[in-house]
């Protein structure tokens, strides 16, 4: 196994497996002084990933989120996870490792392959604090190390161990995944490639006065522009909900605001501009429709178009590139409603609207319906899993 | 008709303001004529001509990005009348990007990259040092970027001779019999940048050779990614060349496949590439706007050879510098610049491993 292994942030080589009851005190104590050390930490001041998952963790927050799952079952820990996190994104780690260890597992966590400065700041904070006496368990139980994730066959190694693996990374990585053989009661949990959409009331904008419009073009710009609008809940289509004239309109009161924010917060590598500047170049040559473009200095590419075919569009718009549709009943995007759609964030109309109408179509896809603003808002219900649930098991008492 | 009279004139004759009307006029009639014949092509005008922008001046015509031609198929020309379809050597499972040439097109090519090469070669055959090995063609009349740029140089040599043989080691005898015959005069060595490192300055062994290099003529562009790795500037492997043997002459060339034949030649006195009357280059920032000379951006550039494929002006991911146009040191006229290499790929970020 040591020969595999690239580098160890955290933890001894053997793992202690020893499944605990969720939500257990200590647990909550450790995430809480990881919360505080980071809060203080000078050098995360900078990273507001690492204080977001600061405040996400502190003993209040996951208190909260303790309150909102709670139910009578009798649930303990798998036992031992492998969490495959993906390579590009540097705090991704940090939130699987929660979710297992809080539900009373043992990890195994692979670090991004890429060296963030957030990843290592996360790992030390983690290393430190395992060392203080009571937390000294969590060390036995808890090991974060890197490897060349192209070495199969100790990823083989492990998937036949652990009795839970937890797999981001896509499609891609999913599917190397699944063919390996794992023990028969392994669970897995699998995050796949998806795209998410906006859907925005245009009355709504319309009434905005420049305060509420301020706000909600900010939270607009949080959910677009996060990781370079290249998450899975990241909005890559933009609905606007009402008459046509009314679109219209808001669509001239919003996007030059977005356009403010992006300006102001928004750094666009050169190598991306040239990307997003080719994937449009690709739309437009194989798109047979007349399309309404345009791109705000390059910082934000509006593409409306008449009617969405899915075909011509890979959904791989990304830094700032959306598609933009007109409806005036959700009917009209339901072809939109793909297995392969995660999140609906909306502004404007009621989220019963939005559930009615998914309940009644029942389609494949959809897992998530949250207001703009919440796309990245990660939970232990994500991806259409219940992820507490996920990585314990229950134990039926009569 | 613009090429055959551009070619009776010095490829660096033209000051701003004589190449000012003319190419303008050029990259006019061409962005028409592929609109006409490509239909991606026009489709991704008509995209770009929503803002109803007028054209002034050259940066206002709408550029593609070198990727597009992995990601569309671009042809202004009949199928029948495809001679030869050059291909980038893609990774796997990216698509590699199609080049396809008519006649017109190829002997275009060929015409101003002799033209080009001749300010630095003259217009004698000289014998010629390939620094790769010899390939095969796979497909009739396909060639991918290094095939292409050999077969492309070959033209201005004879006798000609690959370093390296199929196992790609070097061939000592048959070096060796080669330069005992051309070494007392001119030669040319042709290579990539990065194959050139690798094998004459850090494999070939010195004590197994008969004869030195003085005589040689060097000509080297294209894949210095290597060289960027390993962090060796351009001076350097100069510096490296003449030490170990006694080159001088030393052309670093800098082109797109997308625009093979109008390359940009370093000069030799002045150490920066030039543009010559058959191109031209641009630079960008990433919000696409012009830069001054000075300020490095992206780079841009303009042919007029492209015409039976929409690459007359294309965009790159290479970052570049215009130090200033027509009052070089050197007495070439053009614009003439510095390439920094390929912008940094910040890492890309997101939910699936790319």
């Known amino acids: 196994m040591k020969n595999n292994i690239e580098k160890i942030l955290v933890g001894k080589k053997k793992l202690w497996i020893q499944p605990d009851i969720p939500f257990g005190l200590l647990e909550i104590d450790f995430l809480d002084c990881l919360s505080k050390n980071l809060l203080l930490n000078k050098k995360a001041k900078s990273f507001t990933d690492v204080i977001s998952f600061a405040f996400w963790c502190r003993r209040k927050n996951i208190l909260n989120i303790k309150k909102n799952i709670y139910s009578n079952e009798v649930r303990v820990g798998l036992g031992s996870l492998f969490h495959i996190t993906p390579s590009n994104v540097p705090l991704n780690f940090a939130y699987s490792f929660v979710f297992g260890f809080l539900m009373g597992n043992s990890n195994l966590v692979k670090i991004p392959s890429q060296n963030f400065l957030q990843t290592k700041i996360v790992c030390d904070e983690i290393k430190k604090i395992m060392k203080i006496n009571k937390f000294k368990i969590f060390e036995k139980k808890n090991f974060f190390f890197k490897y060349d994730s192209k070495d199969i066959n100790f990823t083989k190694k492990i998937s036949s161990q652990v009795d839970g693996r937890i797999i981001w990374g896509g499609d891609s990585t999913v599917n190397e995944l699944k063919i390996l053989k794992t023990k028969p009661r392994t669970k897995d949990i699998f995050f796949a490639d998806r795209f998410s959409l906006s859907v925005i009331e245009s009355k709504k904008i319309m009434k905005c006065n420049q305060k509420d419009l301020t706000a909600i073009a900010q939270k607009f710009y949080n959910d677009g522009y996060f990781m370079d609008q290249n998450a899975c809940s990241s909005p890559r289509i933009i609905i606007w909900y009402g008459k046509n004239n009314d679109n219209k309109l808001a669509k001239q009161k919003f996007w030059p605001q977005i356009y403010k924010i992006v300006k102001k917060k928004y750094s666009l590598e050169k190598t991306n501009a040239v990307e997003k500047y080719t994937t449009l170049c690709e739309f437009a040559g194989k798109s047979k429709e007349s399309i309404n473009y345009n791109n705000f200095k390059n910082l934000v590419y509006r593409i409306e178009l008449k009617k969405i075919n899915i075909n011509y569009i890979n959904l791989k718009n990304k830094f700032g590139y959306f598609y933009e549709l007109n409806c005036n009943k959700l009917e009209h995007i339901k072809n939109l409603i793909t297995e392969k759609l995660q999140t609906i964030s909306y502004f404007g109309l009621k989220k019963d609207e939005i559930k009615n109408f998914v309940l009644k179509y029942k389609f494949r896809g959809v897992d998530r319906i949250v207001p703009i603003g919440c796309s990245h808002e990660i939970s232990f219900i994500w991806d259409g899993y219940n992820i507490d649930k996920q990585l314990t098991r229950v134990i039926e008492i009569r | ?354």
């Open chain 2, 1 to 354: 008709m613009l090429i055959e009279k551009l070619i009776n004139y010095s490829p660096y004759e033209f000051t701003k303001n004589k190449k000012k009307k003319y190419f303008l006029k050029g990259i006019k009639k061409l962005t028409k004529h592929h609109q006409r014949k490509c239909k991606n092509y026009r489709n991704i005008l008509k995209i770009a001509n929503n803002e109803n922008k007028k054209i002034l001046g050259l940066e206002d015509f709408t550029f593609l990005p070198t990727q597009i031609f992995k990601r569309l198929e671009l042809k202004s020309t009949a199928d029948n009348k495809i001679v030869k379809k050059l291909v980038s050597s893609g990774t796997t499972g990216v698509q590699p990007s199609k080049i396809y040439l008519d006649k017109k097109n190829a002997d275009d090519q060929r015409k101003v990259l002799n033209k080009i090469m001749s300010t630095i070669i003259g217009n004698e055959r000289l014998p010629m040092l390939i620094v790769d090995q010899p390939s095969n063609l796979n497909e009739k009349n396909t060639f991918n970027a290094r095939m292409a740029a050999i077969q492309g140089f070959s033209i201005f040599g004879r006798d000609h001779f690959y370093l390296l043989n199929n196992k790609s080691q070097i061939d000592y005898k048959n070096l060796n019999k080669f330069l005992k015959k051309f070494s007392k005069k001119k030669f040319i060595i042709f290579g990539f940048t990065g194959t050139i490192y690798e094998n004459l300055i850090n494999r070939l062994l010195k004590k197994n050779l008969v004869k030195d290099f003085r005589n040689g003529i060097l000509i080297h562009g294209g894949g210095w990614k290597k060289l960027e790795r390993l962090k060796i500037s351009n001076k350097k492997f100069k510096q490296k060349l003449f030490k170990k043997f006694l080159i001088k002459d030393i052309y670093n060339y800098y082109g797109l496949v997308e625009q093979a034949g109008s390359l940009f030649v370093e000069s030799k006195k002045c150490g920066y590439f030039h543009s010559t009357i058959f191109s031209d280059i641009i630079i960008r920032d990433e919000n696409f706007n012009v830069l001054n000379k000075k300020k490095r951006g992206l780079i841009q550039l303009l042919s007029l050879l492209p015409s039976s494929y929409p690459g007359h002006n294309i965009l790159t991911e290479d970052i570049g510098e215009i130090i200033g146009e027509d009052d070089c040191s050197c007495g070439l006229s053009g614009k003439y610049f510095l390439v920094h290499g390929r912008a940094k790929n910040s890492e890309t970020r997101g939910c699936s491993n790319i």
